[in-house]
């Protein structure tokens, strides 16, 4: 049974768990040319997808199976599909392997957010955002998705040069608890951001450990 809390005069769902969600908001974020979903999953992000329903897909993961989707699911779309992890710069990392998708992660989970032991260890080739940009001609405005289960400081320090031409960064968070070893704090990601000339603009969900939110460049 959902809840519901008025502000300004519109309904904000909330579901008896404490979880907060309103992706609605997306329909605010400005036209793109280019969508990059770094972290797509098995399943990909079909609601962003479908919303920016022109734009050309840059679509970025480690985990092999994705390929798979995205070759079966994205036939009518143009992509390009890079079966890599996102750092601060080239080189290798080992993938924790978690049983159940779109939990793997670079980093090792703490004992608040554990799950179970991971089912395998893999070394994957990883690359700055900005090298793997560099591979698109003439991508024009740019939106970009994150979810790296904690990996999201990194991707955005390896980012400065294509955040230039970028209109809105959603990313998906950790917040309050430390949920993986050696992770960023919140603050930490807020203030890369704003080195980047980002501010925050909204916050699409909130829950236990994480929260999505979104981020454009500051008007000046």
Avoid at 43 to 64: C, M, R
Avoid at 119 to 130: A, F, G, P, T, Y
Avoid at 135 to 163: C, H, Q, Y
Avoid at 192 to 219: G, Q, S, V
């Amino acid at each position: 049974m959902k809840k519901y809390h008025k502000l300004g005069g519109k309904k904000l769902f909330y579901l008896e768990t404490g979880i907060y969600t309103d992706w609605a908001q997306i329909k605010k974020l400005p036209s793109i040319d280019t969508l990059v979903d770094i972290g797509v999953g098995i399943n990909g992000t079909p609601e962003l997808y479908n919303h920016f329903n022109s734009a050309h897909l840059v679509l970025i993961d480690p985990v092999k199976e994705v390929k798979n989707y995205v070759e079966t699911n994205l036939t009518d779309r143009s992509y390009s599909f890079y079966n890599y992890g996102v750092d601060e710069k080239s080189g290798e990392l080992i993938l924790n392997v978690e049983e159940e998708s779109g939990y793997s992660s670079f980093l090792e989970v703490e004992d608040i957010n554990f799950r179970a032991k991971p089912i395998d260890r893999i070394k994957v080739k990883v690359d700055s955002l900005d090298n793997i940009m560099s591979n698109e001609k003439n991508p024009g405005r740019i939106g970009v998705k994150i979810d790296t289960e904690g990996f999201e400081l990194n991707v955005i320090k390896g980012a400065s040069k294509t955040l230039k031409n970028v209109d809105f960064v959603l990313a998906e968070v950790r917040h309050n608890h430390k949920s993986f070893k050696n992770m960023y704090s919140l603050s930490e990601f807020i203030e890369e951001m704003h080195k980047n000339n980002f501010i925050l603009t909204m916050i699409l969900t909130a829950k236990p450990f994480i929260a999505d939110l979104c981020f454009e460049p500051r008007k000046s």
